[in-house]
T-cell receptor
Framework: AQSVSQHNHHVILSEAASLELGCNYS??????LFWYVQYPGQHLQLLLK??????LVKGIKGFEAEFIKSKFSFNLRKPSVQWSDTAEYFC??????????????FGKGTHLIIQP | KAGVTQTPRYLIKTRGQQVTLSCSPI?????VSWYQQTPGQGLQFLFE???????NKGNFPGRFSGRQFSNSRSEMNVSTLELGDSALYLC?????????????FGQGTRLTVV
């Protein structure tokens, strides 16, 4: 079964610091890759996704992620974080076959706290 | 357009009872997936329905079941509730056809089993 690992469970940064959250997955076939964010009291929202093409994908709110196939990684980055980025971040993967994608396998999440 | 709607938002049930949760997908979305979120296990995939058929299934016991109606609305049922079933149950909808699609999540139903 595929698995998703997020390296950091808790991250504390100051405003304007740069952010990189690691994500590795175990499946060797074709995958769809996602980063979701859950702000306090809100539902999961999609930050960005990778299906194919340019491995550097840009999402909402200044986030980007790079797919490195050889490393089975999909790390999330933001050059300068804001207090409003405080949230739980989830990396998710689904296997893709010609018939469509499987359900999402999520990492355990990273709780990001931005200090003003 | 309206997002994914889950009802009820909160439920308290007693061990041994059964419960039904409801999910209305985004208009035009034909796929509905269900996930369980707990502090210990995180987010885990339960099953996915597309065009009234279960298309994918996670690794959960048979007490967890679901169905999808012709209007794409979905229900999830848990029978013989156990304390460990206490969790946030999330529903996600997507277009779901051939090809890559992204999932949109609802607010969830918080189930507490006492």
């Amino acid at each position: 079964a595929q698995s998703v690992s997020q390296h950091n469970h808790h991250v504390i940064l100051s405003e304007a610091a740069s952010l990189e959250l690691g994500c590795n997955y175990s499946y060797g076939g074709t995958v769809n890759l996602f980063w979701y964010v859950q702000y306090p009291g809100q539902h999961l929202q999609l930050l960005l996704k990778y299906f194919s093409g340019d491995p550097l994908v840009k999402g909402i709110k200044g986030f980007e992620a790079e797919f490195i196939k050889s490393k089975f990684s999909f790390n999330l980055r933001k050059p300068s974080v804001q207090w409003s980025d405080t949230a739980e971040y989830f990396c998710a993967v689904s296997m893709y076959s010609g018939g469509g994608a499987d359900g999402l396998t999520f990492g355990k999440g990273t709780h990001l706290i931005i200090q003003p | 357009k309206a997002g994914v709607t889950q009802t009820p938002r909160y439920l308290i049930k007693t061990r041994g009872q059964q419960v039904t949760l409801s999910c209305s997908p985004i208009s035009g979305h034909r796929s509905v997936s269900w996930y369980q979120q707990t502090p210990g296990q995180g987010l885990q995939f339960l099953f996915e329905y597309f065009s009234e058929t279960q298309r994918n299934k996670g690794n959960f016991p048979g007490r967890f079941s679901g169905r999808q109606f012709s209007n794409s609305r979905s229900e999830m049922n848990v029978s013989t509730l156990e304390l460990g079933d206490s969790a946030l149950y999330l529903c996600a909808s997507s277009l779901g056809g051939q090809g890559h699609t992204e999932a949109f999540f609802g607010q969830g139903t918080r189930l507490t089993v006492v």
